[in-house]
């Protein structure tokens, strides 16, 4: 247990729909992040929200939408996904003191697939 | 640009030891982070070391050189359990994490 919980483990959608990722930390960190991870790639930061504030965008697609309504939890919302963007989508947080060497936290992350 | 390079796969035996090696190339540089991930969880912290030199934690221990930009992992007396994939991970001079995709490692009986 690393005390982030992603919800759901795995989900399947049809380009058409609509979907949310669910992420909550219970260690009372001041960031929260956004990771792609396909096989046999390096990690993709997608968005990280410090303090609540998004300070990081990588250039992903408007159809992921982040929204983080509190310290505690973050949300990616999901439309019109297209069948490249099927990876494991995985959470993570952090207590940021800007002197570097803060270890990340993550969840057990959500198995997406789009048909 | 900014690259992280380790081995795709590797393999060993139980019992043995393994040395998994990690190059890295950043802009600046504010240490260099291992994680293990088994399959279908989470990633988890394993070391992070920012001075040149062996760390050691248990049967695990990483070293650093920062003059060649190179790192390894150092797994002793392999468990089955150690079977997972091990991501390095290097830190930029704007405190950014540049990740390699990782090592699978797999041990043998």
């Known amino acids: 247990e690393t005390g982030v919980t992603q919800t759901p483990r795995h989900l399947v959608m049809g380009m058409t729909n609509k979907k949310s990722l669910k992420c909550e930390q219970h260690l009372g960190h001041n960031a929260m992040y956004w990771y792609k991870q396909s096989a046999k790639k390096p990690l993709e930061l997608m968005f990280v929200?410090?303090?609540?504030?998004?300070?990081e965008n990588n250039s992903v697609p408007s159809r992921f939408s982040p929204e983080c309504p509190n310290s505690s939890h973050l949300f990616l919302h999901l439309h019109t996904l297209q069948p490249e963007d099927s990876a494991l989508y995985l959470c993570?947080?952090?207590?940021?003191?800007?002197?570097?060497?803060?270890?990340?936290?993550f969840g057990s992350g959500t198995q997406l697939s789009v048909l | 640009g900014q690259n992280i390079d380790q081995p795709t796969e590797m393999t060993a035996t139980e019992g043995a030891i393994v040395q998994i090696n990690c190059t890295y190339q950043?802009?600046?540089?504010?240490?260099l982070f291992w994680y293990q991930q088994h399959a279908g969880e989470a990633p988890t912290f394993l070391s992070y070391n920012v001075l040149d030199g062996l760390e050691e934690k248990g049967r695990f221990s990483s070293f650093l050189s920062r003059s060649k930009g190179y790192s390894y992992l150092l797994l002793k007396e392999l468990q089955m359990k150690d079977s997972a994939s091990y991501l390095c991970a290097a830190m930029d001079s704007n405190y950014q994490l540049i990740w390699g995709a990782g090592t699978k490692l797999i041990i043998k009986p």
């Open positions: 929200y410090s303090l609540e504030e998004r300070v």
């Open positions: 950043t802009s600046g540089f504010n240490g």
């Open positions: 993570a947080s952090s207590q940021e003191g800007g002197q570097g060497g803060e270890k990340l936290f």
